[in-house]
């Protein structure tokens, strides 16, 4: 799949209470992509991690998003 695809937006949230966001992100991306003005590089890393299943208001799935978070504005 990834090696087929130039972006794969996904939820943050767990429930999916960010789709909006998300989907308006893979938006904006596909209009940098057909511009020319962005050109994604895909990779895959497969981690050893297994993360609860629980909400993402929780720990440990908290501490992550918020990493992740803080890590959007640099991609987008």
Do not use: C
């Not at 799949?1 to 893979?26: C, F, Q």
């Not at 003005?37 to 501490?63: A, G, H, R």
Request: charged share 25%.
């Amino acid at each position: 799949m990834v090696k087929e695809s130039d972006v794969l937006p996904g939820n943050i949230d767990s429930p999916h209470t960010d789709s909006y966001e998300r989907w308006s992100e893979a938006i904006n991306l596909t209009v940098k992509m057909i511009k020319g003005e962005v050109k994604p590089d895909m990779n895959f890393t497969k981690m050893p991690l297994l993360i609860p299943i629980s909400t993402s208001y929780s720990s440990p799935i908290k501490e992550s998003t918020s990493g992740v978070r803080s890590g959007e504005n640099m991609l987008i």
